[in-house]
């Protein structure tokens, strides 16, 4: 089995960290839910950089894998409430942030992969 050193963080963010220092007009907002150190970049434009929060191959939905079903469940009403102009997900394609009113359950996203 390989062995595996630990890392060190160069830089720790915490939920709502001003990134602006770092020349982007963005907060970072913690989403756990697909994975616990799950994070969002949301910009001052409203344009909110979600990772596997969401996916949206066919329409947008919940992933297939949520490792906490109530921490994602609270993650989506948080970035729901932010009445975002554009969703940026790590799988498939950008959508409106009106959308976000009907996110769909994960086995639509079966209907893309099965195509």
Known sequence: ?????PLNADL??????????????ARIGLVPGHSPGSLSVVTAEKDAFVGD??????????PIYLMDRDAWQESYERIRAMDLRMVYVGHGEPFA???????YPARYQLRWWVR
Request: hydrophobic share 45%; glycine share 8%.
């Open 53 to 62: 929060l969401f996916v949206n191959y066919a329409v947008p939905s919940q």
């Open 97 to 103: 942030g009106e959308k976000l009113d009907a996110i």
């Open 1 to 5: 089995m390989a062995r595996v050193s």
């Open 12 to 25: 720790v963010l915490d939920d709502g960290a001003d990134l602006s220092a770092y020349g982007l007009d």
